[in-house]
């Protein structure tokens, strides 16, 4: 059971949470000419368009008032948005927050194409692992389909926007952004001002010992990571590689100074890492360095939505509690 939950969170960060390369970059909303710039839900003027993260133009006609969700970091976006009352379904994964979980469910990574019509929706928040086809036959029967899958953080804050202009919730939009803003660049401000910088390594999963599934280069985690002060030793052991499965010759050679085992919730321990075989002469494992993570925090390094400056500010403490007491 642990080793399948494990998994199913490499699956998780691959195919929901992660970024992934695309044609815009991020979504860039487009107010249409027949906007007036109003940014309240009573007052905004519809329709209301937007060139989405797969560069697709997703007009709504008015403001959605059933809205399905099909990711966890779509979910997060919209209730921090303050449009829990306008959510009507999420997946099996969106736990947060607590009223996520009271809300009906359209199926797990794969949604329920049958479950999302039911819901009889007027937008559906999308992402990378949603299915072409299910995007394909909603779109068939008329009802918007917004993919929301940043790149960076960047990308992360123009998706809040982007939702903030389809549901006529610009006004909160700006104001999560600007916080998400503040807080990151404090972080990034503060980091500068370490003497080091550690290599850090973060595990996802290790199921098998010997080809352990990383964060790399391109993933939040990675860019959470640099901004803190640290350097990713996988961004080296495999460039271009969002999630590599990455021999563990090749993490022993690269020796880090602090390991983050975010496969911990599921199991994993210091000291079972420590009895892998070759990792008693790792720093990490020497210096104790070695930190695990619970299950919430491992959804907010992952997940690209509000709570992504938790996890920034988490990384901080863990790469330099010298500079983050």
Not at 89 to 95: D, E, G, L, P
Not at 110 to 119: D, F, K, T, Y
Not at 292 to 308: F, K, N, Q, W
């Amino acid at each position: 059971m642990r080793a399948s939950l494990a998994a199913c969170l490499a699956l998780v960060l691959i195919a929901a949470c992660g970024p992934a390369a695309n044609e815009t970059g991020t979504a860039v909303p487009e107010v249409s000419p027949a906007g007036n710039g109003q940014t309240t839900p009573q007052r905004a003027a519809f329709p209301v368009s937007i060139v989405d993260d797969a560069g697709r133009r997703v007009e709504v006609k008015a403001a959605p008032q059933r809205i399905v969700s099909a990711a966890p970091s779509t979910t997060e976006i919209a209730f921090a948005l303050g449009l829990g009352d306008r959510i009507a379904a999420v997946t099996t994964f969106c736990n947060f927050p607590e009223a996520a979980l009271a809300k009906p469910k359209i199926g797990g990574l794969r949604p329920n194409l049958e479950a999302i019509v039911a819901q009889a929706p007027d937008l559906v928040l999308a992402v990378r692992g949603t299915p072409p086809d299910a995007i394909a036959a909603l779109e068939g029967l008329g009802v918007p389909v917004a993919i929301l899958n940043p790149t960076d953080f960047a990308g992360v804050l123009a998706n809040v926007r982007a939702l903030g202009a389809l549901t006529g919730t610009a006004e909160a939009a700006e104001r999560v952004t600007g916080e998400m803003r503040r807080r990151w660049d404090a972080v990034t401000e503060k980091a500068r001002t370490a003497s080091t910088r550690p290599r850090v390594f973060y595990e996802i999963d290790a199921t098998d010992p010997g080809a352990v599934t990383a964060a790399g280069p391109g993933t939040f985690i990675d860019a959470m990571i640099t901004a803190a002060g640290g350097v990713n030793v996988v961004a080296a052991l495999a460039p271009g590689q969002q999630y590599p499965r990455i021999n563990a010759e090749a993490i022993l050679q690269a020796n880090p100074e602090l390991v983050i085992l975010g496969d911990s919730p599921w199991g994993q321990t210091a000291e079972a890492l420590g009895r892998r075989p070759g990792w008693s002469t790792v720093q990490a494992v020497q210096r104790g360095t070695v930190t695990t993570i619970t299950e919430r925090d491992a959804d907010v390094v992952s997940r690209a939505g509000p709570r992504l400056v938790e996890g920034l500010e988490l990384f901080a403490r863990t790469i330099h509690p010298e500079v983050f007491k």
